[in-house]
């Protein structure tokens, strides 16, 4: 089978912003990685139906929180041992980015999958709440329910005391 014009060109274009919304669904590069390439497997028989229909980027989104749902419903994952993040110094922290990135990756990790594609999809790759319905094949009420209690979550395992191992 030959490859469909425009494809290559296309993931070259777009490989970073789907490698990013994975990671942020995964929580791991390699399972990211993972994630991305069986999206475009998927992908590459249709891509000149994709390209006909006029939004590749909004199928690829479609395809690509499809397999992250269905791979994560197939097997058990374990669990993962957590320790408490250390104390913040006080004065200017040098790695403040870092464990802010941290706590980020690891606050996601803790969202349910359906409330981490949301968030992805909603304020990473800046979609409105009718293209992530869209995107999720659910109704925008179940968007902004899922929305609202990932942020609720979110917040609570973000706040300055949670971040810094302190009482709450």
């Not at 990211?32 to 939004?55: F, K, N, S």
């Not at 594609?117 to 979609?127: K, P, T």
Request: glycine share 8%.
């Amino acid at each position: 089978m030959a490859e469909p014009d425009g494809f290559r060109d296309y993931v070259a274009a777009r490989q970073r912003g789907l490698l990013r919304a994975a990671w942020l669904m995964t929580g791991d590069w390699h399972a990211a990685e993972d994630l991305v390439q069986a999206a475009l497997v998927r992908v590459w028989p249709r891509w000149t139906r994709v390209v006909e229909a006029g939004d590749p980027d909004a199928y690829m989104r479609r395809v690509l929180v499809n397999v992250y749902l269905s791979a994560r419903r197939r097997r058990w994952r374990g669990e993962y041992a957590t320790g408490t993040l250390p104390d913040s110094p006080s004065g200017a922290d040098e790695f403040a980015s870092v464990d802010l990135r941290d706590a980020v990756a690891r606050a996601l990790s803790a969202l349910g999958r359906r409330q981490r594609a949301v968030v992805v999809l909603r304020y990473f790759n800046d979609l409105s709440e009718v293209q992530v319905a869209a995107a999720m094949g659910c109704s925008v009420g179940t968007v902004k329910s899922q929305s609202a209690k990932a942020l609720a979550k979110l917040r609570v395992a973000l706040a300055p005391a949670a971040i810094s191992g302190g009482p709450r």
